[in-house]
């Protein structure tokens, strides 16, 4: 992936940053509203914010609890083959983010992805496979993985594969 290295020395700098106490503690309040409002700015024709450095997508989902249609912006990971992982990192708090809860009740879903949207189903990587991906989720965006020793928990990852 060509793009990758061009934008690796920037995303290392954004990715450090990310990692920060005050980013952890602002981020999840800061960012939401910001790729929001980059989004409607824009018409939805250039990515969010985030999606200028690092990939992003929309997940639309089903709500685990509720039954009703979610839909959450996340950073992602392409693969060449047309897949896609996606990381339940909720800025390195303790809790799983929501949006994997309904994944692993509603494994179908739709995303919003450089400017189309469709159809996938979403796998969880099996824990004998992480290392493997844990290691192309850091070629995508250096030192992730720190979310997961700061969460204390094994942050979920999923395979989103066109349906």
Not at 44 to 66: D, E, Q, Y
Not at 118 to 132: L, W
Not at 155 to 162: D, G, K, T
């Amino acid at each position: 992936m060509a793009d990758v290295a061009a934008v690796r020395p920037v995303r290392a700098v954004v990715a450090w940053g990310s990692r920060t106490r005050f980013f952890r503690r602002y981020g999840p309040r800061m960012m939401p509203p910001l790729e929001r409002f980059a989004s409607r700015l824009t018409g939805g024709r250039r990515g969010p914010i985030s999606g200028v450095v690092v990939p992003s997508l929309i997940l639309h989902t089903i709500g685990a609890r509720s039954g009703q249609p979610r839909e959450t912006l996340l950073m992602c990971c392409p693969q060449d083959d047309g897949t896609i992982y996606i990381t339940g990192s909720n800025f390195a708090r303790p809790e799983h983010p929501a949006w994997t809860w309904n994944l692993l009740a509603h494994p179908d879903a739709e995303i919003e992805f450089r400017g189309e949207r469709r159809a996938v189903r979403a796998k969880a990587v099996p824990d004998d496979d992480r290392e493997r991906v844990w290691a192309i989720l850091e070629q995508n965006w250096p030192g992730y993985r720190g979310y997961e020793r700061s969460s204390g928990r094994q942050l979920r990852i999923f395979h989103l594969v066109p349906r």
